[in-house]
């Protein structure tokens, strides 16, 4: 993952100094990451960990609650 993260920082950085849309050979392999970096979009591919279908069960009332202002 770290690879791909680097690749679209690559090409971001790449549209930002204005250079041209074309990825470079040293990044052939992530070229996709390359070119999403280059035209803004979000990071894809690896690895996610999808949100728990559960997630409403594990949490408590006072987890998700405004915190309570401490008595003066």
Request: hydrophobic share 35%; proline share 7%; aromatic share 12%.
């Amino acid at each position: 993952m770290k690879t791909l993260t680097y690749a679209w920082m690559y090409g971001a950085q790449a549209r930002k100094d204005g250079k041209e849309h074309a990825v470079p050979k040293f990044w052939d392999e992530y070229a996709e990451a390359w070119l999403q970096g280059f035209n803004d979009g979000p990071i894809t591919g690896g690895r996610t960990q999808p949100v728990s279908d559960h997630l409403e069960a594990e949490l408590d009332e006072a987890a998700v609650s405004e915190p309570r202002q401490p008595s003066s």
